[in-house]
């Protein structure tokens, strides 16, 4: 089946400093990914949406020059967290459209957790 | 508008009973639902989806959903609850967006399984 896999799975950061985290489509191409936060005991926020070849389309209340995206190619998005802070210490989730007919398929990856110290 | 609301927060089953987590949707078109399990510190799997076919939807790991229009409900039920069926469950509803699906997910239900 279609996987999506993230890297690194676990990463700290000292604060300000900027970090960033892959996302990979491994089997099929994916003109179009999302990139969701998750605090803990909560549910997934979506912070933005990649689309390959173009400027992401964020979320209302989501920093553009925080949370940087760029979607290289049909198969790679990345996320940089920007001069991190503690309080951007979460769990980042993606997700890829895999496209098709008769509704869409989005799988997602492992996550990654990010800790700022 | 789409959005989806799960009636509950925390259920709590006795191994071997069945499972009903509630979820109910708001859409202005025939919408695409979907359920997604998410174990502890992992991502997502998804467990079925409705894309306007079948009304009852079987999944993986024997839980089914029922895509009831009248009542705007999707709840999913599992007739045995597992132990390995404790986890954290989220009700979403795909919108389409600027000539792409973006996933709206509901607030979760976490799921106790006791023996």
């Known amino acids: 089946g279609a996987v999506v896999s993230q890297h690194p799975s676990r990463v700290i950061c000292k604060s300000g400093t900027s970090v960033k985290i892959e996302c990979r489509s491994l089997?099929?191409?994916?003109?179009?990914m999302f990139w969701y936060r998750q605090f803990p005991k909560q549910s997934l926020m979506l912070m933005a949406t990649s689309n390959e070849g173009s400027k992401a389309t964020y979320e209302q209340g989501v920093e553009k020059d925080k949370f940087l995206i760029n979607h290289a190619s049909l198969t790679l998005s990345t996320l940089t967290v920007t001069s991190a802070h503690p309080e951007d210490s979460s769990f980042y989730i993606c997700s890829a459209d895999s496209g098709g007919s008769g509704g869409n398929t989005i799988y997602f990856g492992e996550g990654s957790w990010l800790t700022v110290v | 508008a789409q959005s989806v609301t799960q009636l509950d927060s925390h259920v709590s089953v006795s191994e071997g009973t069945p499972v009903l987590l509630r979820c109910n949707y708001s859409?202005?078109?025939?919408?695409?639902l979907f359920w997604y399990v998410q174990h502890p510190n992992k991502g997502l799997q998804l467990l079925l989806k409705y894309t306007s076919a079948a009304t009852l939807v079987k999944g993986i790991n024997g839980f089914e959903a029922e895509f009831k229009k009248s009542e705007t409900s999707f709840h999913l039920t599992k007739p045995s609850a597992h132990m390995s069926d404790a986890a954290e469950y989220f009700c979403?509803?795909?919108?389409?967006?600027?000539?792409?699906?973006?996933?709206?997910f509901g607030a979760g239900t976490r799921l106790a399984v006791h023996p």
């Open positions: 859409s202005s078109y025939s919408p695409s």
């Open positions: 979403v509803v795909s919108a389409r967006k600027g000539g792409y699906n973006k996933l709206i």
């Open positions: 089997d099929f191409q994916a003109t179009t």
